[in-house]
């Protein structure tokens, strides 16, 4: 799986203590060899967000994608639960 990151990731991720990212690179790491593994709880956004979906770093963080192509996913955002409220 290719993940590009999209400008807003790079700027919100870039703000995370240090403990998060590693957290996330961790949690990265599982979702390119499986985007649906039942650890990172990927679920479809609706509401304005209709079409992006979202899988868990943790209780409180998440990251926003898209599934540009089988084999490519732009992540879109990162950041607290209600970033996509």
């Keep these: 799986m290719h993940v590009s990151y999209s400008r807003k ?4 991720v870039s703000r995370l203590p240090k403990k998060l990212i590693a957290l996330a690179e961790e949690k ?17 956004l609706h ?3 209709r079409g992006n979906l979202a899988f868990w770093i943790n209780y ?6 898209i599934f540009l192509s ?9 950041g607290l639960h209600d970033f996509y409220e």
């Design 70 to 78: 089988d084999s490519r996913v732009l992540f879109l955002d990162i």
């Design 60 to 65: 409180h963080y998440r990251i926003k994608f």
């Design 28 to 44: 990265e790491a599982l979702f390119r060899t499986d985007p649906y593994h039942p650890s990172l709880r990927t679920h479809q």
């Design 9 to 12: 990731f790079l700027r919100n």
């Design 47 to 49: 509401g304005k967000e």
